[in-house]
Nanobody, 119 residues
Framework: QVQLVESGGGLVRPGGSLRLSCAVS????????MAWYRQAPGKQRELIAS???????NYADSVKGRFTVSRENAKNTMYLQMNSLNPEDTAVYYC?????????????WGQGTQVTVSS
């Protein structure tokens, strides 16, 4: 059983900040690389940030310098601090392993959390 529960999204004005949380259960964290993905309207889902069990991080160019991914392994929780948000950051944000876990023959995704950046 795998559960991925994203939270913390909402409506913010350009230049604002949000902190997303990802609560995970099942065999998904541990030594696996965890990641944040997002899917903007009309676009493919993309990986934007990842973090290893040891805390090494990597970011897509589109968010580097503005977003920070972190994890608390003892709490089975991953975070994404998003600063200097702009309308191009509007998307549904998902957490998962990298690569994503698979269930019933397909990648498993949670419901995601909507981030809308608008004035």
């Amino acid at each position: 059983q795998v559960q991925l529960v994203e939270s913390g999204g909402g409506l913010v004005r350009p230049g604002g900040s949000l902190r997303l949380s990802c609560a995970v259960s099942g065999s998904i964290s541990g030594r696996y690389v965890m990641a944040w993905y997002r899917q903007a309207p009309g676009k493919q889902r993309e990986l934007i940030a990842s973090i290893t069990a040891g805390g090494s991080t990597n970011y897509a160019d589109s968010v580097k310098g503005r977003f920070t991914v972190s994890r608390e392994n003892a709490k089975n929780t991953m975070y994404l601090q998003m600063n200097s948000l702009n309308p191009e950051d509007t998307a549904v944000y998902y957490c998962n392993r990298d690569p994503p876990v698979t269930t019933r023959g397909a990648p498993y995704w949670g419901q995601g959390t909507q981030v809308t950046v608008s004035s």
